[in-house]
């Protein structure tokens, strides 16, 4: 699946794009069905916060088959190799888990400037892909963007805690938020499972806590060409692949729902 011109124009403009129901039920499913399998096992890749809180699951293709799948997938692979060029790897999968009437948000930040950072990513070129599992809606702690934000690359940021995490994060001040959001609005896209947003690393964005009594998982799947690997990761590795710069090969498109060998 390619974008067409005015997605492509979109997302080089405003810095994302929103896909309504870019996956069948069938195949949200399929994952929903998959995180119920592993979302109890005790590994370092899937956390908790001191309350028990559950976090994400991180590195979520070494131990689920349909998530590795999913990682290939050409409606995921095949836009951001148009954006980025053809040989990419996954910089960072993971999912992130918002409870119930649960507490987790995340502070205004771009992503580019915790990889600069935190893994030494020479330039910040990786995009995001942020599937819906669940519907997301106002209520429930929706991803809100500033569009246009990534314009000027990286911004000043400062060191802060990443929400039920160890691992810091880069966060935007309030006197950046404010000019980007007087200029330019906030998004906050919301839709059924099976919906998707791709926004670049660059893009300034932030998400309240879950209000409703519905969960609301998100896929976050971050790009990013191989020739921009990072140099100097500093974090666990399932924080950020700092081995495998394989890039990756299409699977056909009924690859979450067809088990046939590829």
């Given at each position: 699946m390619k974008l067409n011109e005015d997605q492509l124009k979109q997302f080089r403009e405003e810095g994302f794009v929103f896909l309504p129901e870019l996956f069948s039920a069938d195949e949200v499913a399929v994952l929903r069905n998959e995180i119920d399998r592993f979302v109890e096992i005790e590994r370092d890749e899937i956390m908790r916060d001191e309350q028990g809180e559950l976090f994400g699951a991180f590195a979520v293709d070494r131990y689920s088959e349909p998530f590795a799948r999913l990682l290939c997938h050409p409606r995921l692979l095949e836009p951001a190799q148009q954006i980025l060029g053809p040989k990419l790897y996954a910089h960072q999968y993971k999912i992130i888990a918002k409870d119930p009437f649960g507490t987790l948000d995340f502070a205004w930040h771009q992503d580019a400037a915790s990889w600069q950072a935190y893994d030494g990513m020479p330039q910040p070129l990786a995009m995001n892909y942020a599937l819906y599992l669940d519907e997301v809606t106002e209520f429930n702690g929706p991803i809100t963007l500033i569009p246009q934000s990534h314009?000027?690359?990286?911004?000043?940021?400062?060191?802060?805690?990443?929400?039920?995490?160890?691992?810091?994060?880069?966060?935007?001040?309030?006197?950046?938020?404010?000019?980007?959001?007087?200029?330019?609005?906030?998004?906050?896209?919301?839709?059924?499972?099976?919906?998707?947003?791709?926004?670049s690393g660059c893009l300034a964005h932030a998400s309240g806590p879950n209000i409703s009594p519905w969960t609301r998982y998100v896929v976050y799947l971050s790009y990013n060409p191989v020739t921009n690997a990072i140099t100097a990761p500093t974090r666990p590795d399932f924080y950020a692949e700092r081995e495998n710069f394989t890039p990756l090969e299409l699977l056909p498109d009924d690859c979450l729902t067809n088990k046939a060998p590829a």
């Open positions: 314009v000027n690359g990286i911004l000043g940021a400062t060191d802060g805690p990443r929400p039920g995490g160890k691992s810091p994060l880069r966060t935007l001040t309030n006197e950046v938020v404010k000019d980007l959001a007087t200029s330019h609005g906030l998004v906050a896209p919301k839709g059924k499972a099976g919906s998707a947003i791709f926004f």
